[in-house]
T-cell receptor, first 112, second 116 residues
Framework: QKEVEQNSGPLSVPEGAIASLNCTYS??????FFWYRQYSGKSPELIMF????GDKEDGRFTAQLNKASQYVSLLIRDSQPSDSATYLC????????????FGGGTRLMVKP | DVKVTQSSRYLVKRTGEKVFLECVQD?????MFWYRQDPGLGLRLIYF???????EKGDIPEGYSVSREKKERFSLILESASTNQTSMYLC???????????????FGNGTRLTVT
């Protein structure tokens, strides 16, 4: 059984700070990694995906992947109150198709 | 923009009733999924489908069945609803499969089902 672990939080950061969200996974064969944002009462929406070791940047968001250590992280620079949401890490294991395993999510609170 | 539409936002059913949750996507996506989301348990995959009339069990298929008669429509069926099936149900679709899969899941708005 694949496992994807996230600290449930809440992670509280002041406006303008860097928020760092972490995710570890158990399946060493995992190949694709996704971060979704979910506002309260809404459905998840994709923020970023990454499948190579290293960093991938998109605006204020940076995804970091370290396959050797089996973790993936999401950095949010210049955090805004509108970034307050639950962030879900999802991992795709192998060639068996789009069977994503989701972590439980980290709740982020950005305080003005 | 991809649109995934779930037929009901809120649904209240009684124990033992047969419940149908409908999902339609408008982007000709190959793959469709049903998840449930519960506090503390996260998103869990119930069933998914790669193609018309094709279905595969996810992590928690017990008590559920699915139907995909047309590419754009994927239905989740609770044969005899029970109180432990009270949850938020999320339908999703995605374009393709592959080793370097990067097709995102597009989620519907969810159906909050209460079984009394």
């Amino acid at each position: 059984q694949k496992e994807v672990e996230q600290n449930s939080g809440p992670l509280s950061v002041p406006e303008g700070a860097i928020a760092s969200l972490n995710c570890t996974y158990s399946d060493r064969g995992s190949q694709s990694f996704f971060w979704y944002r979910q506002y309260s009462g809404k459905s998840p929406e994709l923020i970023m995906f990454i499948y190579s070791n290293g960093d991938k940047e998109d605006g204020r968001f940076t995804a970091q992947l370290n396959k050797a250590s089996q973790y993936v992280s999401l950095l949010i620079r210049d955090s805004q109150p509108s970034d307050s949401a639950t962030y879900l890490c999802a991992v795709n294991g192998d060639n068996a198709g789009n069977m994503l395993t989701f972590g439980g999510g980290t709740r982020l609170m950005v305080k003005p | 923009d991809v649109k995934v539409t779930q037929s009901s936002r809120y649904l209240v059913k009684r124990t033992g009733e047969k419940v149908f949750l409908e999902c339609v996507q408008d982007m000709d996506h190959e793959n469709m999924f049903w998840y449930r989301q519960d506090p503390g348990l996260g998103l869990r995959l119930i069933y998914f489908s790669y193609d018309v009339k094709m279905k595969e069990k996810g992590d928690i298929p017990e008590g559920y069945s699915v139907s995909r008669e047309k590419k754009e429509r994927f239905s989740l069926i609770l044969e005899s609803a029970s109180t432990n099936q009270t949850s938020m149900y999320l339908c999703a679709s995605s374009l393709d499969t592959g080793i370097n899969f990067n097709s995102p899941l597009h989620f519907g708005n969810g159906t909050r089902l209460t079984v009394t």
